[in-house]
């Protein structure tokens, strides 16, 4: 029997973008599928479209929004398949999206993570994301994004996570390693979960066969996200850095902080900057809830401080 993909889909308000996300799930050629969409008490309508349209969809309705991570993790602990995948509902994956996925995870036993290519809705031959890096001066990012797809990423190969947007995950890993931290709310919660999967020993796969178009930013940004980069960064480091990683790479972690407040501070005009401020001094505040979290973390650690220091970069592409 073929491996049941369990597709979990956060939704927001997200009524306008549900049609298309939904249409292109239903014309998969992997066999078994389960669709589930977990709705953070929606006002838009949203639940009354998915019964009507979308009977085949499994809803669990929200009294409250509970953010992506909260939506996500109440998704997969509801999910029955083998692999869950965490799929944004402002985007259109390509028929063989989830077959390709299946297929990674089939020939590749030490993967616990599979990266999709995320291309730009509206621009379909530049990127997204190719999967995320992770810097030595504590920087996460996307691979090759806004670049234009010319083959540069046509080579399947180990990359640090997977964007939420749409990533893959074995159950038995996550039953390993558990889900999203709650207390990221939105933002930083893949790397966070990324950060997991390696420290674990298992491995993220970026498989370019595996496509997804993507509204960037259209249910979330702004204000919002500036708030939860900026605060959540700072949990990711705390939570997840070994401890000789601190020692060799804290000054410039430490440093690229102290650059990226002075930048909020210079535009303190700008609503973004001072959320961004907001968030890094709610991160600082937050500390002591990260170093307790900090010890279950680092207890997964099967791996050396040389093999996590080795998925790291210092350029930021990746």
């Given at each position: 029997m073929p491996v049941t993909l369990s597709i979990v889909i956060p939704n927001w308000n997200g009524a306008r973008f549900l049609p298309v996300c939904l249409e292109a799930l239903r014309q998969q050629t992997h066999p078994a599928l389960e669709v589930l969409i977990v709705d953070n008490a929606s006002s838009d309508g949203?639940?009354?479209?998915?019964?009507?349209?979308?009977?085949?969809?499994?809803?669990?309705?929200?009294?409250?929004?509970?953010?992506?991570?909260?939506?996500?993790?109440?998704?997969?602990?509801?999910?029955?398949?083998?692999?869950?995948?965490?799929?944004?509902?402002?985007?259109?994956?390509?028929?063989?999206?989830?077959?390709?996925?299946?297929?990674?995870?089939?020939?590749?036993?030490?993967v616990g993570s599979v990266a999709s290519k995320m291309l730009l809705f509206e621009k379909r031959d530049h990127i997204h994301t190719t999967g995320d890096f992770f810097t030595t001066d504590g920087r996460a990012g996307n691979r090759g994004v806004w670049q234009k797809d010319e083959g540069q990423f046509d080579r399947e190969e180990y990359v640090f996570s997977a964007c939420g947007g749409s990533s893959a995950y074995r159950r038995v890993m996550l039953d390993q390693i558990g889900l999203l931290d709650d207390d990221f709310f939105f933002s930083g919660e893949d790397v966070d979960l990324g950060w997991r999967v390696n420290l674990s020993g298992w491995r993220c796969l970026y498989t370019p066969a595996a496509i997804v178009y993507h509204h960037l930013s259209a249910t979330g940004g702004g204000v919002t996200a500036s708030y939860y980069d900026g605060r959540n960064l700072i949990f990711i480091l705390v939570k997840n850095l070994p401890g000789a990683l601190w020692r060799k790479y804290g000054g410039q972690i430490l440093r690229a902080q102290a650059r990226q407040a002075w930048a909020a501070i210079r535009a303190w005009r700008g609503q973004a900057a001072r959320a961004k401020l907001r968030g890094m001094i709610a991160g600082i505040i937050g500390l002591p809830r990260m170093l307790r979290k900090r010890r279950s973390v680092q207890a997964l650690c099967r791996v050396s401080a040389a093999e996590i220091d080795a998925l790291l970069t210092s350029d930021g592409v990746g």
């Open positions: 949203s639940q009354d479209l998915i019964q009507r349209e979308y009977p085949w969809v499994k809803l669990i309705e929200l009294p409250t929004n509970t953010g992506f991570t909260g939506a996500c993790n109440t998704g997969m602990r509801a999910a029955t398949g083998g692999i869950v995948a965490l799929l944004n509902n402002d985007t259109e994956v390509d028929p063989g999206w989830a077959a390709a996925v299946v297929d990674a995870f089939a020939r590749h036993p030490e």
